[in-house]
């Protein structure tokens, strides 16, 4: 399909689908999420000359998973964000079937787009391109086409270029299933990102003692904090356990020392970056003033997407908050970004017997407890948490069988923090050790009710409403 025939297509949709989704009662208030349509990975994060850009995987014309581009919005704080022209459209033949997920780089004052043009033909074989984009001056962006064809050894399966750039040269983590149906993360560098060399696979099902680890590896993104190399990276197939990797795919993390001489990733166990309901395809970057931020999908592919109820209001899925990453002991650690706090009304206090707690309206809210659990957090009768001696249990209903599911956070609780907006609940554990992130679909305003005996030490903020522009 051309340009010239889906744009038509996609200005009705977003005219007709825009004032149905903004007053859904679950549209969050300061997240990020599609004025209409189907959204997942966030994509092409970055600080560039002075502006924050994110760009996302976005279906405008229904809530399926198709006709995937790169929506486009521009923040200079984080929290006021604007919408910016749509930067890719699949267009060309070589991104046909979808402008798939990518990054951004700022090659010398140029806005660079690195994404994958995906494929698919009749008989159900697929290909992928590699593919760069750079900004015009009216702000949108030419295609300068593929720069990586299909490596040997691998399946139409290699997609989502993170590029970043160390010393002089331009390095690249491409997600990708080899010929045998195991999940891999590549690695290449460029001088010019024209020209790219591949130095191998650093990671996946398979290597470096992991073992059986899954038929595909999708978003992989590298970075190091202080001493620490993570690969985050979102593998699947990789087994469910008793209480962790429950979802129908999973986004991980490994931590260990990568050697650039050598492209030698050794790296320990995977971990799960966040133990919630919903979290996918996250990617990272840089601050000005250095500092390593990251941004996911508040959702699975895959799992109970399509029964969301916002998809009868034309718009599915939103954004994370964004989030400030640490390490501590060789553990990643996720904080709300400290621009988030610009977000809070007046402060709130209370201390005592948990029941005791007033009600608190919980659309949109952020909320501090500290104490040692025995207390459980009613969500609008919807969602509820059990905060106990060995950790957290999350539960909600499915939204098709009615059966109740759980997830579960493992280790003694000391903090909760918690952001709620209209439908999403986001539980940063002990100062960053771990996050659960959850949709929940309330039937009335949501409350959040404090149940048990034990005392806890509440601080809460309410917090304001943002628009995009
Ligand atoms: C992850 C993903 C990516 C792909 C994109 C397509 O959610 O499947 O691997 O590039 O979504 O929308």
Redesign the pocket.
């Known amino acids: 399909m051309g340009s010239t025939t889906l744009l038509p297509q996609i200005l009705n949709a977003v005219m007709r689908g825009q004032p149905k989704a903004l007053s859904d009662p679950h549209y969050p208030g300061w997240h990020l999420a599609p004025v209409t349509g189907l959204l997942?990975?966030p994509n092409g994060f970055i600080n560039f000359a002075g502006r924050y850009h994110l760009f996302y995987?976005w279906n405008a014309l229904g809530c399926e998973?198709k006709f995937?581009c790169w929506g486009h919005w521009s923040s200079t704080d984080l929290l006021h964000w604007q919408h910016e022209p749509i930067a890719l459209m699949p267009d060309e033949a070589f991104d046909r079937s979808?402008c798939?997920?990518g990054s951004a780089v700022d090659d010398n004052g140029v806005l660079t787009l690195i994404y994958?043009g995906n494929v698919k033909f009749d008989d159900g074989s697929r290909t992928a391109w590699q593919c760069l984009a750079v900004q015009n001056e009216a702000g949108c962006f030419d295609k300068l086409g593929p720069v990586i064809a299909l490596p040997e050894g691998y399946t139409g399966h290699v997609?989502?270029p993170k590029v970043w750039r160390h010393g002089d040269q331009w390095y690249m983590v491409l997600?990708a299933q080899d010929s045998h149906k195991q999940g891999k993360v590549l690695l290449l560098r460029s001088a010019d990102l024209r020209h790219w060399h591949p130095l191998g696979e650093i990671a996946g099902s398979g290597l470096n003692g992991l073992g059986d680890a899954g038929y595909m590896w999708?978003?992989p993104d590298l970075f190091t904090l202080g001493e620490t190399t993570f690969l985050i990276c979102?593998p699947q197939g990789i087994a469910h356990e008793e209480q962790r990797f429950l979802n129908a795919h999973a986004s991980a993390w490994l931590a260990g020392n990568f050697n650039y001489d050598t492209a030698d990733f050794a790296h320990g166990p995977f971990h799960e970056l966040d133990a919630g309901f919903e979290f996918?395809?996250p990617q990272t970057t840089l601050t000005a003033d250095g500092r390593r931020l990251l941004i996911g999908w508040m959702g699975v592919?895959d799992g109970e997407e399509m029964y969301q109820p916002t998809i009868a209001q034309s718009w599915l899925h939103q954004m994370t908050c964004v989030r400030e990453l640490d390490a501590r002991d060789g553990r990643l650690l996720q904080r709300p970004v400290a621009e988030l706090q610009a977000l809070r009304g007046d402060e709130h206090r209370y201390y005592g017997r948990a029941s005791g707690a007033p009600v608190l309206a919980a659309q949109r809210l952020e909320l501090v407890l500290t104490g040692s659990g025995g207390i459980t957090l009613n969500f609008a009768e919807t969602l509820y948490l059990d905060w106990h001696g060995e950790g957290l249990r999350l539960a909600r209903r499915s939204l098709v069988s009615g059966e109740w599911h759980y997830r579960y956070w493992r280790g003694a609780v000391t903090e909760l923090h918690i952001l709620c907006d209209h439908s999403s609940v986001e539980i940063f554990i002990n100062e960053g050790e771990g996050v659960m992130s959850s949709r929940y679909f309330p039937a009335h305003h949501a409350q959040l009710t404090l149940i048990g005996d034990e005392e806890v030490n509440a601080r809460y903020w309410p917090l304001r409403h943002l628009m995009v522009e």
């Open positions: 997942n990975d995987q998973h995937k979808g798939y997920s994958t997609r989502d997600g999708e978003c979102c996918y395809a592919p």
